[in-house]
């Protein structure tokens, strides 16, 4: 399991809801935890590693010895975001060098099913929120780049230009 960098198209493609809640799921999910704790992050969308299905996983606490902290969400839905928003620091694994400020509901409401399918809501406020959001975002195809704020987006424009230019060398390699 490998991290998808940007612009690889399967980050922007649609992600078909989780049907199959066998023992291969929680296998993957397992995973994308440890690809994740490799990696630093936070957060990992089943896009992030190639597998275009509605799962996501994170810790808020990014580690690995923390396993209480874990979450594991599929087919997850927010039914309810406040009106009060935020701005904060993000990143992203598949961005490698890339930071930048995203403004984002401070309170969610989330129901999603859990890896036997059973289904469970989750009130999530500040980094939590913020991490949950960015990883639904990503079973939507929508990276955080399409919602920075114009001015850390231009910062990051030569940043991004070089992944695109990374990734047209690995096409050209393979
Ligand atoms: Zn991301």
Same mark, same amino acid.
């Given at each position: 399991?490998?991290? *998808?960098?940007? $612009?690889?198209?399967?980050?922007? !493609?649609?992600n078909a809801p989780v049907t199959d809640f066998g023992p291969e799921l929680e296998a993957t999910a397992r995973?994308? /935890?440890?690809?994740?704790?490799?990696?630093?992050?936070?957060?990992?969308?089943?896009?992030?590693?190639?597998?275009?299905?509605? @799962?996501?996983?994170?810790?808020?606490?990014?580690?690995?010895?923390?396993?209480?902290?874990?979450?594991?969400?599929?087919? $997850?839905?927010?039914?309810? !975001?406040?009106?009060? !928003? &935020?701005?904060?620091?993000?990143?992203?694994?598949? /961005? $490698?060098?890339?930071?930048? *400020? *995203?403004?984002? $509901?401070?309170?969610?409401?989330? &129901?999603?099913?859990?890896?036997?399918?059973?289904?469970?809501? @989750? &009130?999530? &406020?500040?980094?939590?929120?913020?991490? /949950?959001?960015?990883?639904?975002?990503?079973?939507?195809?929508? @990276? /955080?780049?399409?919602?920075?704020?114009p001015a850390t987006k231009s910062q990051a424009k030569p940043v991004l230009e070089d992944l695109v230019h990374a990734y047209k060398e690995s096409l050209a390699g393979s």
């Open positions: 399991m490998n991290i *998808v960098q940007y $612009p690889d198209p399967r980050l922007r !493609k649609k995973e994308m /935890f440890e690809v994740m704790y490799a990696t630093q992050g936070v957060g990992l969308a089943a896009p992030q590693v190639g597998l275009n299905i509605q @799962l996501l996983v994170y810790n808020p606490t990014g580690s690995s010895e923390e396993k209480a902290e874990e979450k594991v969400l599929c087919n $997850p839905k927010m039914v309810f !975001k406040s009106r009060e !928003k &935020e701005d904060g620091q993000e990143g992203c694994l598949s /961005f $490698p060098d890339v930071n930048g *400020v *995203v403004n984002r $509901p401070i309170k969610v409401k989330v &129901e999603a099913l859990d890896l036997k399918g059973e289904k469970f809501e @989750l &009130e999530l &406020e500040d980094w939590d929120a913020r991490i /949950f959001q960015h990883e639904l975002d990503h079973l939507d195809g929508i @990276l /955080f780049i399409d919602r920075m704020t």
